[in-house]
């Protein structure tokens, strides 16, 4: 298993610079890429899967420059887009036997590996349909299929869950990991829960910085003791909800029960078990990014 | 090949290129049915008589058949004064359309085939042997002149016309362009969307990112554009050719093309039935260059509407220049109009040569290098295009405001 690595990535559109310095490594497993929007997740994902020039520093797979690789690294890559429509008027199989030419693969090869694929995703019933009549969770699953049918050793998610149901969402979250079993996937998101309980790692990123990058325990670990519980009455929520960084505002009969992240808020605050969400919202804003 | 075959596949796809073609083939029938029908006007019985002398007369001209018409052009000619068949109401069998009028117009019709062709005969040798004059005038006073004369001379000279045809549908057909019109329809239907529907659908970046997806798929799309647009223009091609010789009942198709009216003059010595191939090449090449042009603004623009509206526009812009930009200048631009090798039969009516650096050229391989060359430069440079710009800025963030 080959490692993806980013050296000192530098981008910048104009005078605006997108990506700082960053440097990562890739192994095994799924990387959770999480920030909020504008914090650079899709140029990043763009300068790996080679199709946007970093201004500065490299991207190594196998320990290679992926400029240098040229169209042998797409062997290895497999990428579903933000927002995919595909082709409305193909049918699945249709679809992935196109993906399936695209990317090289011979007939005989193809049509066993559309076959497990189709398999995997779940949609051998419905393979025969058309693409512009699969809902938002079924077209994603597709888009699973479209990545994985070179086999490829790095799997590249843009926002993959956005726009799905709770349902789908779950569904699509235990395809993946079933999928990290012996592949890299890298995951951009800015919804948490996606990554929550099947990331490996997880890096932060915000104004085109890596602000972290940690394992999704030690992530909770590190900011344990900063997130408190208290009770206000009606009246006081506006001003709590500009003085502090909350996570969550829960409606009790007399006032609302409030999670704040940070300092203690007040004297009756409890400290409370913390999650992933107030991880991010915790760096982030301590990052200076807008919550 | 494979990817050929898919982009071909994904253009064919598309359920309006079916629904546009059936309508438009209609159309064309329709059009030519009720304009160039060799029924139009006149009686059956002046048709049938007209398809029976055909048959009878068409092909080399023999004494007896001069004999034969000259004779019966005269003879119903005569009868015309006689009060029986003056105001002629019942048709009679001695006469093959029933009525002495209508034969007398058939046989003079082919009496005035035979006097061109005589006078046509007589003509071009005189022209001819005026050219080798003047050359031998201009013969170290001006290459050009003396160049363009002999050019004049050896495509003239030793011209005759041997044999007699009803060729009046001719020239209908060389000219028709209500199908170049629509196949150009057709193109914006099919070419538009290759590449602008790739970043609808979001399926750009997956391309960019599969080992094929790039250089062989741009060249794919290309030689899938150029194949379509061939495809398009023989169905149009065939339409009229069939609906010509059906409802005009063309003839004379292996007779040489000078033989036809307004054709007389015509600079290529070659026979009805290669012209029909040569401007069905070149019609190709231009259809091709228009296709590439479409190709082109389908790649800078992210959405379909774009290019189809801006090509749409272009192409009526051409049109407009081709009919009304006629004086010196506007020939010279209309050089590298395609639209120019839609509508090409012109070039062939007449001695029509172009001074490239000193040598007499005919217009009309100009008019066909020019389209090849700017077929070969389009593809380079969609091709270069497609190349360069596969490193683009990410979607999101520029989606609207950046295309590259």
Partial sequence: ?291 | MRIVKCELKKIFKNRVIFIALAVFLLLNIINIYRNYNIHNGVDDCVVTGQLYLREQLDGELTEDKRALIYQQAEKVSGLLYNKKYANQTEPENEFITGYAFWDSQLWNTYRDYIDKAQSFNENIEQKSAEALKKAEYYSGKNEYYEAENKLYYNTYSGRKITGIYDTNGLPDYFRYSLSSVLSVIMLLLGVVPIFSSECECDMDTVLLTSKNGRRKTAFAKIISALIYTFAIELVFSICDFLSFMCFARLDGLGQSLYAVQGFEMCSADITVWQFCLILFAMRTIGMSVICLVFLLLSKLFRRSVAPFVTGACLFFSLMLIKTFFTDTAGEIINLFNPISLLVSCNYFCDFSVVNLFGTPVFSYVIVVSVGVIIVFILCVVIFAMLLKMQLRFPKLTFRRSVRL
């Fill in chain 1, 1 to 291: 298993m080959s490692t993806l690595e980013l050296k000192s990535i530098s981008k910048s559109y104009g005078k605006k610079q997108v990506l700082d310095n960053l440097n990562c490594t890739f192994e095994k497993g799924v990387y959770g890429l999480l920030g909020p929007n504008g914090a650079g997740k899709t140029t990043l994902i763009s300068i790996i899967v080679n199709i946007l020039n970093a201004d500065s520093g490299e991207v190594l797979f196998g320990g290679k420059p992926v400029k240098v690789l040229g169209s042998d690294y797409y062997d290895d890559i497999g990428y579903l887009p933000q927002y995919p429509h595909f082709y409305s008027n193909y049918t699945a199989q249709e679809f992935l036997e196109y993906i399936a030419v695209i990317k090289g693969l011979t007939k005989k090869k193809a049509k066993q590996r559309i076959d497990e694929l189709f398999e995997f995703v779940n949609l051998q019933d419905d393979k025969n349909k058309k693409v512009g009549a699969y809902s938002g969770g079924m077209r994603q699953r597709l888009g699973i299929a479209q990545a994985l049918i070179n086999n490829p050793e790095i799997l590249i998610l843009d926002e993959p869950t956005a726009g799905l149901d709770p349902k789908e969402r779950i569904r699509f979250r235990n395809l993946i990991s079933r999928i990290s079993e012996d592949k890299t996937v890298i995951l951009a998101t800015h919804i948490v829960t996606d990554v929550e309980s099947i990331a490996r790692d997880v890096i932060l990123l915000n104004k085109g910085k890596i602000i972290c990058n940690d394992t999704p325990e030690n992530l909770i670990e590190s900011i344990n003791g900063r997130v408190w519980s208290f009770e206000i009455p009606h009246n006081e929520i506006e001003d709590v909800l500009s003085r502090y960084i909350v996570s969550n505002v829960q409606y009790s009969g007399d006032g609302f029960l409030i999670k704040t992240v940070g300092e203690k808020p007040c004297k009756s605050a409890q400290n409370v078990p913390a999650t992933l969400e107030e991880v991010y919202l915790c760096y982030v804003s301590e990052s200076g990014g807008e919550i």
